[in-house]
């Protein structure tokens, strides 16, 4: 129990961390970090069986993909909102040379 509940609070630290500072995709870790200790918290004895940690390690690329996949579909990379210099390059007037 005490390995799941250290594993939910460090992913829901990794979700804070990525609320302050947007961008950086922490929130991925940290929930596969949630999903292994609520886990972990449900089911304590998994952690004596041999291989187990073994799977969750393996599983946790493809859960960290399927992860990310849905986040980006929350949030879709858009252009900025604010013009920078660099946007402003190579532009007359407002339309492009």
């Known amino acids: 129990m ?4 250290l594993l939910i609070l460090l992913g829901a630290i990794l979700i804070v961390i990525e609320i302050a500072t947007p961008g ?11 999903i ?7 089911f304590p004895e998994l952690i004596n069986i041999p291989y187990v940690p073994w799977i969750l390690f393996f599983l946790s690329f493809p859960i ?3 992860t990310y996949l849905i986040y980006r579909k929350l949030s879709p990379p858009s252009p ?3 013009e920078s210099y660099e946007g ?10």
């Open 24 to 34: 950086f995709f922490i929130a991925v870790p940290g929930t596969i970090l949630i």
């Open 64 to 66: 960290g993909y399927i």
């Open 88 to 97: 402003l390059v190579s532009k007359v007037g407002g339309r492009n040379i």
């Open 36 to 42: 292994y200790g609520v886990l972990l918290a449900l």
């Open 80 to 82: 900025p909102v604010t």
């Open 2 to 5: 005490g390995l799941g509940l």
